[in-house]
């Protein structure tokens, strides 16, 4: 079936926001004093923020934490998140990727996002991408986070087409997977390179353009 439309996770492929996450839980962990590296950073990509604080607590050697315990430190984590994303300006995004969402929408395509962040549209307001995307689907509209499909499904329902005429674009091994769960084209960017699922792999984003499902709407 024709692809009619790109679904473009957020956080690692339109903004570089990975970094904030991180040191955001590594303030946390040292608060706890829990180990935390970059090799466990990855795996909390694409992943909600309580899923995240469990993976984080799986290190934890302390008392068992309560439910509002662990409500009030991922509350904290993203105050801090927060406060990062303040310093973001349109200088965060890429005149490559700019370029890359308009050309799509030139040729037809409907475009947008899917990301498992509740601060997606706070995102994309500070790097001023706000109208770059014909519809969006985040963390606020889900209940279930990458690897289930539900956000990319979410998407496609406000676009207005099947799943399957669908690509998605990711670096996360769980975000390639929700794509092939939802039914959809999987294109791989970054970490997400190294997964097996994935049906295109691509370098810089503007190489999408080049994919033969992108050449014409
Ligand atoms: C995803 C990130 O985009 O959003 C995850 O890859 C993050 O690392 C998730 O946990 C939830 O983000 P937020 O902004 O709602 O805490
Ligand atoms: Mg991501």
């Known amino acids: ?24 839980w590594k303030a946390i962990a040292d608060e706890l004093g829990i180990y935390f590296d970059e090799t466990i950073n990855h795996r909390l990509r694409g992943v909600s923020r309580m899923e995240s604080l469990e993976i984080i607590l799986e290190k934890y050697g302390g008392p068992k934490l309560r439910e509002e315990q662990k409500e009030a430190l991922a509350e904290k984590k993203n105050r801090i998140y927060r406060e990062l994303l303040g310093g973001m300006s349109p200088e965060d995004v890429s005149e490559e990727t700019r370029y890359t969402l308009r050309a799509l929408r030139e040729r037809k395509f409907g475009v947008a996002l899917g990301s498992s962040s509740k601060n997606a549209k706070y995102i994309l307001k500070k790097v001023g991408l706000s109208d770059a995307f014909d519809k969006i689907s985040d963390g606020t509209n889900i209940t279930k986070s990458k690897p289930d499909p539900e ?3 979410k998407a496609a329902e406000f676009l207005g087409v099947k ?48 994919i033969p499902m992108a050449a014409g709407g």
């Not at 079936?1 to 955001?24: E, Q, S």
């Not at 669908?166 to 997400?192: F, L, N, Y």
Request: overall charge negative; charged content about 30%.
């Open 163 to 210: 799943p399957e005429e669908c690509a998605v674009v990711e670096d996360a091994c769980s975000g390639i997977e929700a794509a092939k769960r939802a039914g959809m084209a999987a294109v791989a960017i970054g970490d997400a390179c190294r997964c097996e699922l994935a049906d295109y792999r691509i370098e810089c984003l503007k190489e999408i353009l080049e």
């Open 1 to 24: 079936m024709a692809i009619k439309a790109f679904i473009f996770d957020l956080d690692g492929v339109i903004v570089f926001t990975d970094r904030y996450h991180y040191l955001a």
């Open 151 to 153: 956000v990319f499904l």
